[in-house]
């Protein structure tokens, strides 16, 4: 029997292979973590990709030392790396890089857009980002890459964030769209991350979960860890909770905005 599209559990319990789409490096375990490690422990294959490579993000200090004289993105290439491993991702793709690639193109790079505080708790478009960046490259050019990426992976569901982008951030945002487009393009249903929707606990996860975070020494602090979740500072001074949990909603697939 066929899941209703209105259950995304129902899909996710369905689902052999799933794609996991987002926007830096550490967005993946910190709003999809549990998920991805309560799939990957019964078996389900599931990749990332990942449609920037944070450049723009801030340093914990002291996370790099003196004599690393590695650039940003390959300091957070190794991060993520770790993360992925103790999550136990099957694998690992940048949006503009083959598989993630329209076919007959030129590997290109989408650059982190930056953000800015707007209030607490909600981020908004940075004033600095460059023509590069995810939010200024064309959204056809982005979709025909992870459509390129659906096709050669074959997920049965694809997951993403919601149309605020968990807080705002600009490239969040965009690749929800990104997603939901690719999603309604390709068939392949997609779920949204929201703590509104339909919410599972998943405390076997915590050991990979928390793993995966230790490995982003240089985005945020793992603080404490307990049955609730594990606690962690990010580099503006922020706390947040990551549950052992997941909570999602079916996404709409009939326009792309």
């Given at each position: ?28 375990t ?95 478009p ?78 076997g ?12 020494r ?6 404490s ?33």
């Amino acid at each position: 029997m066929t899941p209703s599209p209105q259950d995304p559990w129902a899909l996710l319990d369905a689902a052999r292979r799933v794609l996991v789409v987002h926007a830096h490096p550490d967005d993946e375990t910190l709003s999809t973590g549990p998920l991805v490690a309560d799939l990957t422990a019964r078996g389900v294959h599931v990749e990332l990709v990942t449609a920037t490579r944070g450049e723009e993000g801030e340093v914990v200090p002291g996370a790099i030392a003196e004599d690393d004289d590695r650039p940003l993105d390959e300091v957070r290439a190794a991060e993520i790396d770790g993360a992925t491993r103790a999550l136990g991702l099957a694998d690992r793709h940048l949006l503009g890089t083959a598989p993630a690639l329209a076919a007959g193109a030129a590997p290109r790079r989408y650059r982190d857009s930056g953000m800015q505080w707007i209030r607490e708790g909600l981020a908004g478009p940075s004033d600095t980002a460059g023509e590069d960046s995810l939010t200024r490259r064309p959204l056809e050019t982005e979709v025909a890459d992870l459509l390129a990426l659906i096709a050669s992976t074959g997920p049965d569901v694809i997951v993403s964030y919601d149309d605020e982008g968990t807080y705002g951030h600009p490239d969040h945002v965009r690749t929800h769209h990104l997603a939901r487009a690719a999603s309604a393009e390709s068939s392949v249903p997609m779920l949204e991350i929201s703590e509104h929707g339909a919410v599972r606990e998943l405390p076997g996860t915590a050991a990979a979960v928390t793993a995966a975070l230790r490995c982003y020494r240089t985005q945020l602090t793992v603080v404490s860890a307990d049955d609730a979740g594990v606690l962690v500072r990010h580099v503006g001074g922020q706390d947040q909770l990551v549950p052992f949990a997941a909570g999602f909603r079916t996404a709409a697939t009939d326009a792309r905005s």
